[in-house]
C-alpha cells in the first residue's frame, strides 16, 4: 500500500461528481424548506460512533453526511435567516474552496502564488476602504482575532518592550463605545491588559459614540496614572447597526496621541456603496482596521481581515526570528516578510482564493448594488414596522439593521416568540436589548433576502404576538 490516494481514480472522479451536483442542487433551491429546524436526537446519536479503526466507502460518508448533518445547518444560507450578522455564501466562493482545498497550500509563509494572491486581496481591501496600499494586512478567521492583532499592533506601537517584558504593572487603557463588540474587552483580557482596561464610552441617543464623554474619560485616565494608547470606533454596531463618528473620534485620537482604530466587521463593506460612502468617512484614517469578508461580502466561512497603516509597526508586533523559519533571499524560503510575521498563526489555511474568486467574479460595482439591496430590504421592513400597530422600531436604521418591540408582551415573551419563530421554520431573526427592552432583531446581510422574505417573518410575529396577547 503506497500512501492514502486511490488505486482506481476513476471511482473517486464520480463519487466528486455525485457531490458537486448534490451542493448545486441544494444550493438551487436555498430557499426552499425551513430556514431552520432543531436536530433531534437520533440524529445526534447517530454521529456518535467512536473513532473508527476501519474506514468506510466515500459513499456512506458522503450519505451520512446528507442525511444527519445537511438538513441541522444553522440556515445562514436561507433567504429567512436574519439573525446575528451571518453571510449567506455563493456558489463562486463554495467551488474556490474546493479549489484551495485540492492545492493544500500552507500560507505562514514561504514563496509561492497563494501568498501572491493574498497580498493582492490585502491591496484590494486597503483600497476599498481608502487606506494607503502600502499598509500591511493578512486574513484570520474572523474579526474576533483582527481586532485582537489591532490591539496587540497598538499596544507595542506604544511600548515595543511589551514584547519581551509584558505590562510589568504598566496600566495601559483604551476606549470604545458601550456599544462596541464584546471581542474587544475580551481581546483587552486575552492581551493581558484585563476586560476592564478597556473603557466602555457612553452613546448619544443614535448610539453612538459620545465624544465629549470620551475626550473626559482620556483626560481623567491620564490625571490618575493610566496609559492611554488607543481609542476604537464602531462602523456598523452588531446591536443595531449605528456608525461612530469615526472623522471625530480621528480627530481626539490623534489629539492625545493614541492609536485609532476601527472595528468594521460588516460595515466595511458599505465603502463599496456610493449611498453609504460619506456615513463611513474617516474609516480611510484608520491606524488599524478589523473586518469579515464572511459577512456582506458573502465569502464563504471564515475569512476574517486586519488592515494596519504601519506595515513596520504590524511587523514589529509579532515577526520571530527563528533558526529554523530562515528567510533566505532566494528559493523557496524567499518572500519575506511572510503572513506570520502578521499574526500569531505560523500554520495559516488559502482563505485569499474565495475571497479573490468572489471579489474578482462580481466586482466592486456588483458587491455595492448588493449592500444597497439589503439596506433597501431593511429599510422596507421599517417602514412597515412604523405602519404596523403594537410594534415598535426601537432604533434609526442606519445600514441593514433593524430592531423592533413588541407592545403588549414582556421580554420574556418577546424572547420566547422568537424562539418559536425559529421552530417554525418561517424565519430566524436574533433579539437584542435596545435602552433596556429586548427587540426582535432583523439583521439583512443575505444576498438572497427580499421583502418577501421580511413580508412573511413580520406577518409571522404579528401572528405568534396576538396569539400570546390573546
Same mark, same amino acid.
Given at each position: 500500500m503506497a500512501g492514502l490516494d486511490p488505486e482506481d481514480w476513476s471511482g473517486i472522479r464520480a463519487m466528486g461528481h455525485q457531490m458537486l451536483d448534490a451542493l448545486f442542487d441544494r444550493m438551487e433551491h436555498v430557499g426552499e424548506g425551513p430556514v431552520w429546524q432543531s436536530m433531534p436526537h437520533d440524529a445526534r446519536d447517530a454521529l456518535r460512533?467512536?473513532?473508527?479503526?476501519?474506514?468506510?466507502?466515500? $459513499?456512506?460518508?458522503? +450519505?451520512?453526511?446528507?442525511?444527519?448533518?445537511?438538513?441541522?445547518?444553522?440556515?445562514?444560507?436561507?433567504? *429567512?435567516? #436574519?439573525?446575528?450578522?451571518?453571510?449567506?455564501? /455563493?456558489?463562486?466562493? &463554495?467551488?474556490?474552496? &474546493?479549489?484551495? @482545498?485540492? &492545492?493544500?497550500?500552507?500560507?505562514? +509563509?514561504?514563496? !509561492?502564488?497563494?501568498? $501572491?494572491?493574498?497580498? %493582492?486581496?490585502?491591496?484590494?481591501?486597503?483600497? #476599498?476602504? +481608502? &487606506?494607503?496600499?502600502?499598509?500591511?494586512?493578512?486574513?484570520?478567521? @474572523?474579526?474576533?482575532?483582527?481586532?485582537? =492583532?489591532? =490591539?496587540? /499592533?497598538?499596544?507595542?506601537?506604544?511600548?515595543?518592550?511589551?514584547?519581551?517584558?509584558?505590562?510589568g504593572g504598566r496600566k495601559m487603557v483604551g476606549y470604545a463605545a458601550t456599544t462596541a463588540h464584546g471581542c474587544l474587552p475580551r481581546a483587552f483580557d486575552l492581551a493581558g491588559f484585563g476586560s476592564d482596561a478597556l473603557r466602555r464610552v457612553p452613546v448619544l441617543a443614535d448610539h453612538r459614540m459620545d465624544l465629549i464623554a470620551l475626550k473626559r474619560m482620556i483626560r481623567e485616565d491620564r490625571e490618575a496614572g493610566y496609559i492611554p494608547f488607543m481609542v476604537a470606533g464602531t462602523a456598523g454596531t452588531v446591536d443595531c447597526g449605528a456608525i461612530d463618528d469615526l472623522a471625530g473620534i480621528e480627530a481626539i485620537a490623534r489629539e492625545n496621541g493614541l492609536w485609532f482604530h476601527?472595528?468594521?466587521?460588516? +460595515?466595511?463593506?458599505?465603502?463599496?456603496?456610493?449611498?453609504?460612502?460619506?456615513?463611513?468617512?474617516? =474609516? $480611510?484614517?484608520?491606524?488599524?482596521?478589523?473586518?469579515?469578508?464572511?459577512?456582506?461580502?458573502?465569502?464563504?466561512?471564515?475569512? *476574517?481581515?486586519?488592515?494596519?497603516?504601519?506595515?513596520?509597526?504590524?511587523?514589529?508586533?509579532?515577526?520571530?526570528?527563528?533558526?529554523?523559519?530562515?528567510?533566505?533571499?532566494? @528559493?523557496?524560503?524567499?518572500?519575506?516578510?511572510?503572513?506570520?510575521?502578521?499574526?500569531?498563526?505560523?500554520?495559516?489555511?488559502?482563505?485569499?482564493?474565495?475571497?479573490?474568486?468572489?471579489? *474578482? !467574479?462580481? @466586482?466592486?460595482?456588483? #458587491?455595492?448594488?448588493?449592500? %444597497?439591496?439589503?439596506?433597501?430590504?431593511?429599510?422596507?421592513?421599517? !417602514?412597515?414596522?412604523?405602519? /404596523?400597530?403594537?410594534?415598535?422600531?426601537?432604533?434609526?436604521?442606519?445600514l441593514n439593521i433593524v430592531c423592533f418591540g413588541i407592545d403588549g408582551l414582556l421580554d420574556q415573551d418577546v424572547s420566547e416568540l422568537v424562539q418559536d419563530l425559529h421552530e417554525s421554520g418561517v424565519a430566524a431573526p436574533s433579539t437584542t436589548r435596545i435602552n433596556g427592552r429586548l427587540a426582535v432583531r432583523a439583521a439583512i446581510v443575505n444576498h438572497r433576502t427580499t421583502t418577501a422574505d421580511t413580508d412573511r417573518m413580520l406577518d409571522a410575529v404579528i401572528a405568534l404576538a396576538a396569539d400570546r396577547r390573546a
Open positions: 460512533t467512536g473513532f473508527p479503526e476501519q474506514g468506510q466507502s466515500l $459513499e456512506e460518508l458522503h +450519505g451520512r453526511f446528507t442525511d444527519f448533518v445537511v438538513p441541522y445547518g444553522n440556515g445562514n444560507t436561507h433567504p *429567512g435567516f #436574519m439573525g446575528w450578522v451571518h453571510g449567506a455564501g /455563493t456558489p463562486v466562493g &463554495m467551488l474556490a474552496e &474546493m479549489l484551495a @482545498g485540492g &492545492m493544500n497550500a500552507n500560507c505562514g +509563509g514561504r514563496s !509561492h502564488a497563494a501568498n $501572491e494572491v493574498e497580498r %493582492e486581496v490585502i491591496r484590494w481591501a486597503l483600497s #476599498m476602504v +481608502g &487606506m494607503p496600499e502600502d499598509g500591511s494586512g493578512c486574513l484570520v478567521t @474572523g474579526s474576533s482575532m483582527a481586532n485582537f =492583532i489591532s =490591539i496587540i /499592533t497598538a499596544s507595542r506601537a506604544q511600548d515595543i518592550s511589551l514584547r519581551s517584558q509584558g505590562t476601527v472595528d468594521a466587521a460588516f +460595515g466595511a463593506l458599505a465603502c463599496l456603496s456610493f449611498r453609504f460612502q460619506k456615513a463611513l468617512s474617516g =474609516i $480611510e484614517k484608520a491606524d488599524s482596521l478589523a473586518f469579515d469578508f464572511h459577512k456582506w461580502a458573502q465569502v464563504p466561512y471564515d475569512a *476574517g481581515c486586519v488592515l494596519v497603516r504601519d506595515r513596520k509597526a504590524h511587523a514589529a508586533a509579532f515577526a520571530q526570528s527563528l533558526d529554523y523559519l530562515t528567510r533566505e533571499p532566494r @528559493g523557496l524560503a524567499s518572500g519575506a516578510p511572510w503572513f506570520c510575521d502578521f499574526g500569531p498563526d505560523l500554520s495559516r489555511g488559502f482563505r485569499a482564493l474565495k475571497v479573490w474568486m468572489t471579489l *474578482g !467574479h462580481y @466586482g466592486s460595482e456588483r #458587491m455595492g448594488q448588493m449592500v %444597497e439591496e439589503c439596506c433597501g430590504v431593511a429599510t422596507n421592513l421599517a !417602514h412597515r414596522v412604523q405602519m /404596523t400597530p403594537g410594534l415598535i422600531l426601537l432604533a434609526p436604521v442606519t
